[in-house]
């Protein structure tokens, strides 16, 4: 009878050693995983917040871009007396300052701020320059935890008078 030969087969180290390579693979294609999910999940809420964003500025805009019909436009920007909420707001001006919350239509988690200040196109067109103007630029920004920055939409409108 033919003993068996104690060089043949694996030894313990071999066995330690594969499965230190298996385990090592194992991690990287967890970590790998990790961070598809996250980039995917990146990815998810900044279409939300595009089409969200996109959303509110039609909104705005959909509206008068003034109380008065013609110039002088109105001296002041939000809203008038009497307008409490988006559902009172007639004119585009009224959304200044104004944060939109709709979590109750699926956007859990998101912050929608608005801002709408006049400007001068043939010298700043950037920032405010106080009251009056032919334009008036809408700024919507939306913002998420996952989001790494916000996401900002820039609209100018501008003030036409209406002829009867």
Known sequence: MKRPDPQSG????DIIMGL???AVAIVGMMLAQRNYVQQSSQVEVGLRA????NSVMNIIRM????DSTSSPWS????PNTGESSADDYDDIDDYDGASWDFSN???AGFTIN???FNVQIPTNWVDSVGTGGNFKKITV???HSVLKSPVTFSSIVAGIEEHD
């Open 10 to 13: 694996f030894s313990i180290m």
């Open 20 to 22: 230190s390579i298996i």
């Open 50 to 53: 595009v089409s969200l964003g």
């Open 63 to 66: 509206h008068a871009y003034d």
């Open 75 to 78: 001296p002041s920007l939000g």
């Open 105 to 107: 239509d699926g956007f």
């Open 114 to 116: 608005t801002r709408v």
């Open 141 to 143: 920004t939306v913002n």
